[in-house]
Nanobody, 115 residues
Framework: QVQLVESGGGLVQAGGSLRLSCAAS????????ISWYRQAPGKQRELVAT???????SYADSAKGRFTISRDNAKKTVYLQMNSLKPEDTAVYYC?????????WGQGTQVTVSS
């Protein structure tokens, strides 16, 4: 069973930065892609950023220019560097890995941005 463990969330002031980590229980190159999602209270879960197996990255419009997704294959970890944080970035952040036909989710890490 694949396990994903997120960490790095916390409370930060607007304009600050956080780096989230998603540690996998097996090599991340075995997945087609790994993504970060977030879910704010009362809202649907939304895609934030994705890194594919070949290393291509993509971002939601809200994340472009502020967030960077990256990975360390040796550490089996995917990161989300978040800069210039805004109060509207407040949410629980989840990582998800896809290896057809299954998706695997972590338990989430809370990010709170104060104004």
């Amino acid at each position: 069973q694949v396990q994903l463990v997120e960490s790095g969330g916390g409370l930060v002031q607007a304009g600050g930065s956080l780096r989230l980590s998603c540690a996998a229980s097996e090599t991340i190159l075995s997945f087609n892609h790994i993504s970060w999602y977030r879910q704010a209270p009362g809202k649907q879960r939304e895609l934030v950023a994705t890194i594919t197996n070949p290393g291509t990255t993509s971002y939601a419009d809200s994340a472009k220019g502020r967030f960077t997704i990256s990975r360390d294959n040796a550490k089996k970890t995917v990161y989300l560097q978040m800069n210039s944080l805004k109060p509207e970035d407040t949410a629980v952040y989840y990582c998800m890995s896809e290896r057809y036909p299954f998706n695997y989710w972590g338990q989430g890490t809370q990010v709170t941005v104060s104004s």
